[in-house]
């Protein structure tokens, strides 16, 4: 929470630095941006040398004096992007107001102790409303899957156990069927339902190797219905992915996941390379979104399998 309150107010006060550069820079320099910017401080310039020249670097394609000013607001640009994901309204004047009246050391209109009690409140009503989004997410994500899965069951060549795991079979194998203690080598793409791929070691050109039983139920169960050489594509529910919690950005709460599997090896001495990375529910869950290059992104890919 109070790194949290911390970031906040840093990423305030840096809104503040980048709308205080533009729009206390002279007016000469914002005439390319804008005729509002400019008749704060130029109204009385008429054709004045500085206006001219302001005209000029506009009609060059450079809307900015110097590098400073670009600087200055390529920062609001970004801050303001940030501050655009916030799930509450802000009043952008009032918020311009805040950052000028503190940087030009003007009288504020809150105390440091109202100052902390607002923005503590702002706090708990971010949060109140990230949870909101995040339950509204939840419920739509279940039922897009619930729905998913009910017209998919009845599609040519899919099967449904009793857990609720869906397959299909795209190529039988002809080698072992591995057990909950053995390892195994894949290769696999991830989708969710609308078609986005969220992982792939097809895309890294590296298979990955992992235990049976160190990923999640629909991955782990799957498994143990295919042979060494198969390749099946699975459609797990969200009780047998990640449930609730989700998994890193792409994967939503209750996201139904599809995967697309091969069953390269089969490993029976269960010490697969990607054991370290690949073990527990809470190393499936925060790798789940950084898998990235090499060992260790087959190892953190298995987080995304589970």
């Known amino acids: 929470m109070k790194r949290f309150i911390a970031l906040l107010a840093c990423i305030l006060a840096l809104t503040a630095c980048g709308n205080q550069s533009d729009s206390d820079q002279s007016g000469s320099e914002q005439a390319g941006g804008g005729d509002s910017s400019a008749s704060t401080d130029t109204s009385t310039n008429g054709d004045g040398g500085d206006s001219g020249a302001e005209d000029d670097a506009a009609q060059s394609g450079d809307a900015f004096a110097n590098d400073d000013e670009k600087r200055s607001y390529a920062l609001g640009m970004d801050i303001g992007n940030s501050l655009q994901e916030l799930p509450v309204e802000l009043n952008v004047d009032m918020l311009a107001q805040g950052v000028r009246d503190t940087i030009e050391g003007n009288d504020t209109r809150l105390s440091q102790e109202e100052l902390d009690s607002v923005m503590q409140g702002f706090v708990k009503d971010m949060e109140a409303a990230q949870q909101d989004q995040a339950q509204e997410q939840a419920r739509s994500n279940q039922d897009k899957g619930e729905q998913f899965l009910a017209e998919n069951k009845d599609k040519e060549g899919v099967e449904t156990t009793d857990s609720g795991l869906q397959y299909k079979v795209l190529e039988e194998g002809d080698g072992p069927t591995p057990s909950k203690s053995d390892s195994v080598t894949v290769h696999y793409t991830g989708e969710l339902i609308d078609g986005t791929v969220f992982d792939s070691s097809r895309e890294r050109g590296e298979p990955v190797t992992f235990p049976v039983d160190a990923v999640i139920p629909g991955w782990t169960e799957a498994l143990q219905l295919m042979k ?69 992104a087959g190892e953190d890919s298995n987080a995304d399998e589970g």
Request: aromatic content about 6%.
């Open 228 to 296: 060494e050489g198969a390749k099946y594509e699975l459609y797990i529910p969200a009780d047998l992915a990640y449930g609730e919690r989700g998994a890193g950005a792409q994967i939503g709460p209750n996201e139904t996941l599809i995967f697309d599997v091969e069953l390269i090896e089969v490993d029976d001495g269960g010490s697969g390379e990607g054991s370290d990375g690949a073990g527990g529910d809470g190393g499936d869950e925060e790798s789940a979104a950084d898998a990235s290059g090499g060992d260790s």
